[in-house]
């Protein structure tokens, strides 16, 4: 199968940066063990398949541009070595089981290699869990015009992405491996009927958005626990993309300076890791069941560099995990007693400019589904968001209905609490990702929360530390409204 690389105008000019072919991060050999040709295993890419790949590398190369991410190296070729290898900072091959999720494995493989080479830790962080994000997390544009019954993607479907998912994983973290294992083409198969829910997941348009959701947030897809452990994460302006259709020379000035290029080729997506001048040959580490690197010509018309992006940072393996990942997924909530379900499918909008408010997600409450705008704040521990007052779709990032804050409890990252108000009066709010005790007071003779039902025995979650806090007397000049909450209260017992 040939293909013909394509270019493509971008809207801004690329900035040019001086290369640096003098790391000592590269060897001027390549490894020892034994190199395999690319065409070791049958070549299983659909034609379909390679043009809708194009057309999302030619978007992402337009996106790249207008937010001025594409630099490309002022390179002598005479001046890089001959030949360049990064293969002992590569962690052990992985097997994507023909899943289309290449460009995850290239992605993460490319991230361990950072950890190694700049930490010293050898690490296999969860692709799973990267898939997850960039599919559950993705808001289709044009949300609101949408003829789809649904704004994202799911893990299930064929994943068609990009190299440019390294600009998605440096604003979402991910976890390690074993927190969110990867599920084999035969597992996810399985798991679909398992989550009944999911129905049957057909990729168009009249899929319900709950059957998505229904997936991607089960926990036998990926637990809770593994978003309270996504702390991994490649550094903030440490994404560089190449363009379009890199030269030889520009790819071989980034191998050479000691970093990886995340290549895009038709339909898939692997890592450069070493160059040979004289053979004119990629060396190449694939994730589709060869292991071992491989060797991929230059001018192979069968795949040809059709863009890329590298990274020249992580964050540190000992940091804090990412609060804003400890907010998706499903929240039971609680009003003022009006109880219903929120799903935060996102924090932000990583296509955007960051800092801005995206569309979270949806409110489900008596039969009815309102959208929810809004941003994190406070380093990710306090969301802050908008629940319509319409069924209908509202623009992304609008700031429309009833205005909430809640906080993420340090101690207890399965709950939160927060505040709102409604015509002036402030009332409190409290969410957990278990079931939540529905009021114990019957108070449908009479209207409103009045002084008089603070009098008993509440159990009492500040910031995650638990007890409880007895009211023993009222007093009438108390104004009968909510305070602020800072904790949930499960139960009294009057």
């Known amino acids: 199968m040939t293909v013909q690389a394509m270019d493509v105008r971008v809207a801004a000019p690329a900035e040019e940066v001086a290369a640096d072919t003098t790391s000592p991060h590269a060897s001027a050999s390549w490894p020892c063990g034994e ?40 390179v002598r070729p005479d001046r890089l070595p001959p030949v360049v290898s990064l293969a002992r900072w590569q962690t052990p091959f992985r097997f994507q089981n023909f899943r289309g999720t290449g460009s995850a494995f290239a992605v993460v493989a490319a991230m361990e290699a950072e950890y190694l080479r700049r930490y010293g830790v050898a690490l296999h962080l969860s692709e799973q869990y990267a898939i997850h994000v960039a599919q559950a997390g993705e ?3 044009g949300y609101t015009t949408s003829p789809k019954r649904h704004e994202n993607n799911s893990s299930y479907w064929s994943f068609h992405g990009t190299s440019d998912l390294a600009s998605t994983l440096s604003r979402a973290a991910i976890p390690d491996e074993q927190s969110a294992r990867y599920l084999s083409r035969a597992e996810m198969t399985l798991l679909r009927p398992a989550v009944p829910a999911a129905g049957d997941l057909a990729d168009a348009d009249d899929t319900p958005q709950e059957n998505l959701d229904a997936f991607e947030f089960s926990e036998r897809h990926i637990p809770t626990h593994a978003r309270h452990r996504a702390h991994y994460r490649i550094a903030d302006n440490a994404v560089v993309s190449l363009g379009m259709n890199p030269s030889i020379a520009t790819l071989q000035s980034v191998i050479a ?28 580490k694939d994730s589709r069941g060869q292991n071992a690197f491989i060797r991929v010509g230059f001018d192979d ?56 408010p995206t569309k979270l997600g949806n409110f489900y409450c008596d039969g009815w589904r309102y959208d929810v705008n809004g941003l994190t704040e406070d380093d990710g521990r306090t969301v802050h968001f908008w629940i319509a007052d319409t069924t209908d779709r509202i623009p992304a990032g609008t700031p429309s209905g009833q205005e909430f804050h809640a906080h993420l409890f340090s101690w207890d990252p399965r709950n939160a609490a927060g505040h709102t108000t409604r015509d002036g009066v402030p009332f409190g709010v409290t969410l957990s990702r278990n079931p939540l005790d529905r009021p114990s007071v ?13 009098v008993g025995t509440w159990a009492l979650n500040h910031d995650g530390f638990r007890g409880s806090w007895r009211s023993t007397r009222w007093i009438r000049c108390v104004p009968a409204t909510h305070p602020r909450v800072v904790g949930p209260c499960r139960s009294r017992d009057r």
Request: aromatic content about 8%; charged content about 25%; some cysteine.
């Open 257 to 284: 300076s000691g970093h990886e290029v995340i290549a895009d080729v038709p339909a898939h997506c692997f890592l450069l890791v070493g160059y040979d001048r004289p053979r004119r040959e990629w060396l190449v």
């Open 139 to 141: 808001l289709y544009p």
């Open 301 to 356: 018309p069968d795949w040809p560099i059709l863009a890329g992006h590298y990274l020249t940072a992580v964050v540190a393996p000992t940091c804090e995990p990412q609060l804003d990942a400890w907010w998706i997924g499903r929240w039971n909530i609680d009003i003022d007693g009006r109880c219903g379900e929120l799903v935060v499918r996102r924090t932000a909008d990583y296509r955007g400019t960051p800092g801005t």
């Open 442 to 454: 019957d108070r449908t003779a009479r209207a409103g929360f009045e002084a008089r039902d603070w």
């Open 35 to 74: 190199v395999l040709p690319v065409g070791v295993l049958p070549d299983q890419r659909r034609r379909s398949d390679i043009a809708e790949h194009l057309t999302v590398v030619r978007a992402a190369a337009r996106r790249d541009a207008r937010h001025g991410l594409v630099r490309v190296p002022r």
